[in-house]
């Protein structure tokens, strides 16, 4: 099947800095990508639809400022976590679905353990 | 948001059949019906989906209720490999936003 990947897996930093986590789909392309976080033992919450091109759309409560979104290629998502703190430390999941398919199967990537220090 | 509603946890025990069962009362005529399931520290991982009429793949059976108000997920025989978190999901706008899951526990 599709391939999703992320890069890095897992990522420690200190409180202040910033961490950009990337996603790739590796045979396929994807104009939308998804971007998750799930706290320990708590489901996936959406965080942002990731448009190839365009601006991505937030979902409600989620500061644009604090996760910046870049979509530059039909292959690669970018998610950057600005001045990073404790709060921010959670798996972030990224997700995409073949270009051209508007339903159907989503494909994820393995994640991301960020761990802010 | 169209929300769903799933068991906490289940139990089952291996080799044999699992109903996980899903409510989703205020599904809309056009929202597909998502089940994904996940695995601890891994990105959820597809199983099936499907809009009006039972589905059936590889991994699993789907089976929608006729007023689509509530679904059912059908693993025919668990295996200790089965045991994740199931979610079931209201996919619209192109979007699936997930509920909290059923965790599925196997027995061997």
């Known amino acids: 099947g599709a391939v999703v990947s992320q890069h890095p897996s897992w990522v420690i930093c200190k409180s202040g800095t910033s961490v950009k986590i990337e996603c790739r789909s590796l045979?396929?392309?994807?104009?939308?990508m998804f971007w998750y976080r799930q706290f320990p033992k708590q489901s996936l919450m959406l965080m942002a639809t990731s448009n190839e091109g365009s601006k991505a759309t937030y979902e409600q409560g989620v500061e644009k400022d604090k996760f910046l979104i870049n979509h530059a290629s039909l292959t690669l998502s970018t998610l950057t976590v600005t001045s990073a703190h404790p709060e921010d430390s959670s798996f972030y999941i990224c997700?995409?679905?073949?270009?051209?398919?508007?339903?159907?199967?989503?494909?994820f990537g393995e994640g991301s353990r960020l761990t802010v220090l | 948001d169209a929300k769903t509603t799933q068991p906490n946890s289940m139990e089952s025990n291996e080799e044999e059949p699992v109903h996980l069962p899903c409510n989703h009362s205020t599904i809309s005529g056009t929202d597909y019906i998502h089940w994904y399931r996940q695995l601890p520290s891994q990105g959820p991982e597809y199983v099936i989906h499907g809009l009006t009429s039972n589905v059936n793949n590889r991994m699993a059976s789907l089976a929608i209720a006729e007023d689509r108000k509530s679904s059912t997920l059908i693993l025919h025989r668990a295996t200790l490999r089965d045991a994740a978190v199931y979610y079931c999901?209201?996919?619209?706008?192109?979007?699936?936003?997930f509920g909290a899951g059923t965790i599925l526990r196997v027995k061997s």
């Open positions: 045979d396929f392309q994807a104009t939308t």
């Open positions: 997700s995409a679905r073949n270009r051209g398919q508007n339903t159907g199967e989503l494909f």
């Open positions: 999901i209201l996919e619209y706008g192109n979007k699936l936003v």
